[in-house]
């Protein structure tokens, strides 16, 4: 079956990075985007972008551009986001998921807290 | 505030039916598949329809979805407890180049 399993909760500072993992299993990793999805304390939904992992190609929502970048291992099957430069405002939990193309996606991850205070 | 507009709540009684609609403008509903999302408190969200009325396997036929120029509805009948939950609508938005979410409606069934 297919899974999506994330690293765990972080707790940042200010100005700090952080790395979330997204490792998946059940299918060809290659053949679906992983894209990434944000939710604040109590808010709705944030995309933030996606990854190919047949070509590496990625894309970014305009927000995000300059802060996060988005990699892979296709060795071991695993996703990374990395945001930088992080305020308090990114204090959410962080998302991936399959998406068919970059617009639908049918698998998630459990989501990884990551906090961000000083 | 989201790009996608959703009633912040719903409710209605068990067995009874609800709609929940999704409106936007041209360059994200109208010209572009509309995806609906449930999400159960504390857990991640779980794909319900996608291209605007098709059901991954495994969604049972309560759950439906459509699509009218830049509005999208999403209807779920025979109402149960288990339904309660935050639904989100997503879609392409063709002028920004992402994708973008509604702002949520938290289901009641009372």
């Known amino acids: 079956q297919v899974q999506l399993v994330q690293s765990g909760a972080e707790v940042k500072k200010p100005g700090a990075s952080v790395k979330v993992s997204c490792k998946a299993s059940g299918y060809t990793f290659s053949d679906y985007y992983i894209n990434w999805v944000r939710q604040a304390p109590g808010q709705g939904l944030e995309w933030m972008g996606w990854i190919n992992p047949k070509s590496g190609g990625t894309g970014y929502a305009q927000k995000f551009q300059g802060r996060v970048t988005m990699t892979m291992d296709t060795s071991i099957s695993t996703a990374y986001m990395d945001l930088s430069s992080l305020v308090s405002d990114d204090t959410a939990v962080y998302f991936c998921?399959?998406?068919?193309?970059?617009?639908?996606?049918?698998?998630w991850g459990q989501g990884a807290l990551v906090t961000v205070s000083s | 505030q989201s790009v996608l507009t959703q009633p912040p709540s719903v409710s209605a009684a068990p067995g009874q039916k609800v709609t929940i609609s999704c409106s936007g403008s041209n360059s994200k509903i109208g010209g572009n598949f509309v995806s609906w999302y449930q999400q159960l408190p504390g857990t991640a969200p779980k794909l319900l329809i996608y291209?605007?009325?098709k059901r991954p396997s495994g969604i049972p036929g309560r759950f439906s979805g459509s699509k009218s120029g830049t509005s999208a509805t999403l209807g779920i009948t025979g109402l149960q407890t288990g339904d309660e939950a935050d639904y989100y609508c997503g879609t392409w938005d063709s002028s920004l180049g992402a994708v973008v979410f509604g702002g949520g409606t938290k289901l009641t069934v009372l």
């Open positions: 291209d605007n009325y």
């Open positions: 998921a399959r998406g068919v193309g970059t617009k639908v996606f049918d698998y």
